[in-house]
């Protein structure tokens, strides 16, 4: 099954949340609901970036390490390019 990775980003306050998930709508839908404790102080959000990989657990790999990054300026180039380039990818 296919995995996806995905940035969100607040209508409310702009920031960036990143994600990764084996079914894209169902999961933004979730966000957009609140059923995320992290996210539900800041919706509405509007998908800004997906990536598609083969399976989930190369995407939570990917997803882990740009979170690992802490860098706004990664997810806004990520966002620009609509392609993560990241080491070993």
């Known amino acids: 099954m296919y995995g996806y990775v ?17 079914n894209l709508r169902r ?7 609140g059923k995320s404790t ?3 102080l800041t919706r509405p959000f509007k998908l800004v970036f997906s990536q598609k990989y083969d399976n989930i ?10 979170k690992k990054f802490k860098s ?10 609509q ?4 080491g070993d990818d």
């Open 6 to 22: 995905y940035i969100l980003q607040s209508e409310v306050n702009k920031r960036y949340y990143i994600g990764s998930t084996n």
């Open 27 to 33: 999961r933004i839908n979730d966000h957009n609901l």
């Open 38 to 40: 992290y996210t539900k």
């Open 57 to 66: 657990s190369e995407a939570r790999r990917i997803e882990y390490k740009l």
């Open 72 to 81: 706004k300026k990664i997810l806004e180039k990520i966002v620009e390019d």
């Open 83 to 86: 392609i993560i380039k990241i």
